[in-house]
Each structure stands twice: as structure tokens, then as C-alpha cells.
């Protein structure tokens, strides 16, 4: 990775860490207040979720009118990153009552059980990865 890329990753990464404890708060309650742009806070999500897509398609093409290959390697980490996060996500709103409750529709799993089973697949991944580096 050059310089300017990891200055871009750095950058990027430090946004969403100012960004998070705020995002944190957002409920499905508060998605149609407007922000100082006048825009709802769902208006806004969405237009940055779409500029990304967006905007990863035209970096896609800028690698490939350079003959860089699209990575595959990339893309599994990227999917992995974002599965993880919205995974996490999920649970997040839920206290420690609601996550002991098995229910039917989770085929009767708890999602405390379910967080356990990535857990431990989450392992098993490192394990593998940290033997065969």
C-alpha cells in the first residue's frame, strides 16, 4: 500500500471513529429529524451509503483503465468487514434480558447463542489465519 492510500484509509477510519458515538444514538425514531443541511437523518444516510456504492463502482473502473485487477482477496475482507458490522449492529439495541430469550421464529435460538456461535467462528478464523501466516 503507497502512502497517499494509507493516509486515505487513516483518514476514513478516523471519520468513522468521530462518527460512531453519534451514529450510535440513531433510532428508528429519529430518522426523520432534520439536520442543519435540512435534509432528514435517513435522507442523508442514504445518500452517503449511495455515494459509496457509487463511488466504489467508478474506483473499480480507475483500477481497471490501469490494468490493476479487481481483487478478490479485497472484496472477500470488504463483504467480511460489513457482514461483521451489521451483525454487531443488530444486537446492539437489544439488553441482557432480550438476548437470553430463545424464539420460535430463530428456530428457538437465543441471540445470545447466535453472537456466541460467530464468536467462535470468529476464532476459528483467527486460529487458522494466525497457524498458516
Same mark, same amino acid.
Given at each position: ?25 440513531? %433510532?428508528? =425514531?429519529? /430518522? ?9 437523518? &435517513?435522507?442523508?444516510?442514504? $445518500? #452517503? !451509503?449511495?455515494?459509496?456504492?457509487? %463511488?466504489? =463502482?467508478? /474506483? ?9 485487477? &479487481?481483487?478478490?482477496?479485497? $472484496? #472477500? !475482507? ?56
Amino acid at each position: 500500500m503507497g502512502q497517499k492510500s494509507e493516509n486515505y484509509k487513516k483518514s476514513l477510519g478516523e471519520f468513522y471513529d468521530q462518527s460512531s458515538p453519534y451514529a450510535n444514538n440513531i %433510532t428508528d =425514531e429519529t /430518522l426523520n429529524i432534520k439536520l442543519s443541511n435540512n435534509e432528514s437523518i &435517513r435522507n442523508t444516510l442514504q $445518500t #452517503l !451509503i449511495n455515494e459509496y456504492h457509487g %463511488t466504489r =463502482e467508478q /474506483l473499480l473502473w480507475t483500477k481497471w483503465g490501469q490494468g490493476i485487477p &479487481r481483487s478478490e482477496s479485497r $472484496t #472477500l !475482507i470488504a463483504d467480511l468487514s460489513a457482514a461483521r458490522s451489521e451483525f454487531i449492529t443488530y444486537f446492539l439495541d437489544m439488553d441482557d434480558n432480550q438476548l437470553v430469550q430463545n424464539v420460535a421464529p430463530a428456530e428457538n435460538e437465543s441471540a445470545e447463542s447466535l453472537i456466541k456461535r460467530m464468536i467462535e467462528l470468529e476464532k476459528k478464523l483467527l486460529s487458522l489465519l494466525k497457524t498458516n501466516a
